[in-house]
């Protein structure tokens, strides 16, 4: 599609060209070229607000799943692909395409669906805009398509229509999702391969978890930094500035689907109350370190968590340093910088894999830090449950954030493992706060007199 749209302007260039003309001659181009041009959504749109050419199992895809952050373009992307829909040629032997438009309310599907900044009557050139008739809620095209409105609210409403499009925007949010859905798919039975495409930014609801696990459904992930071009600087730099990285910001501008662990040691509720802006003034700063098994680029991740004792008593986690597949001199190196951009007064490394030889060689690098050597006696569960405990008492907070220590944490089961695979990240972590707020501390020898 694009391709095709490429070469009609690019012969649009060339006619100007062979004239003789430059760029300053595109001002010449008559209303009926630039309109054109402008609302010539294949060639402006970028690839993944175009549709999918297949599912995710490879054949034909029978629904579109968009998932988006805000303000990532998903609304257009629906509308335009109504309107290619609705606009297309159509022989003697085809009806008009009948289209169902479901928003979370009636009045979502309206305002955002038909008469919004990227609706379905704005993606139109104005002589060509469909009639909206609010009073039977619906929009018509000249060739008689139709498309209907209807209220996720009222899944009955959607009880004996039938279509053979359908636009979903913001299924996520839909209170009753798995009705509506379900009396949407026994209406699209007209034409022979109804469509759907769905636009919404995610949520772990069980519906969105089918679709994405579909093989049928092809999906699209969409961040809100893609159309950073279309937004207010000022968005970018308050809005997405800020909520980068937390869950909430992953969430609803990354468009990933986060889901709570029931047995995680750590909910991601409780993670993201402890986040704060900045940390104190700390009375100290240390550097800890799960180093891996093995060396290699197949080899586990050398966890190295920075965290500091604030003068409030309170344990700020600084930094998730964690390197992947790296040889011991490069893992080591990246400890003594950590060390060094904190300002830190000790490394803690944990010794029960490589024993001496861990400490061995962090002091290749650098002989002077100094360094604790620590070592597990009990299951990582067990060490990781004073330090979850800690998180609940509120003594813990997260300077910024974290996504792959903070992921980690909320998959941290019984199990002692996280996604199947040894914790690194936790494990640092724990060992920092632990020497920070759990290590016992010699007690001060009394003299009688």
Known sequence: MRTASAARLLAVLSALWERGRNEA???????????????????????????????????????????GGRGAGKTRAGAEWVRRLATARLDGATPPPRIALVGETLADARSVMVEGVSGLLAVHPPELQPLYEPSKRQVRWPNGTVAHLFSAEDPDSLRG????AAWCDELAKWRKPDEAWAMLQFGL??????????????????????????????????????????????FLESVVGRYRGTRLGRQELDAEILEDRPDALWPRALVEACRVAQAPELRRIVVAVDPPATSGPHADACGIVAAGLGCDGRAYVLEDATVMGARPLDWARRVILA??????????VEVNQGGDLVETVIRQIDATVPVRAVRGSRGKWLRAEPVAALYEQGRVAHVGAFPGLEDEMCDFGPDGLSGGRSPDRVDALVWALTELLLRERPRPRVRWV
């Open 189 to 234: 039975r007209l034409g022979t391969a109804p469509r759907q495409v769905v636009t919404t930014t995610p949520r772990p609801i069980k519906l969105i978890k089918e679709l994405v696990a579909d093989p049928l459904v092809a999906v699209t992930r969409v961040t809100t930094a893609a159309n950073a071009i279309n937004l207010a600087p000022s």
């Open 161 to 164: 229509p039938q279509f053979s």
């Open 339 to 348: 060390y060094r951009r904190h300002e830190a007064d000790r490394i803690v």
């Open 25 to 67: 001659d595109l001002a010449e181009l008559d209303l009926l070229h630039l309109r054109w041009l402008h609302y010539d959504f294949e060639l402006w749109g970028r690839e993944d607000q175009l549709p999918p050419e297949a599912a995710q199992g490879g054949g034909a895809w029978t629904t579109w799943l968009m998932l």
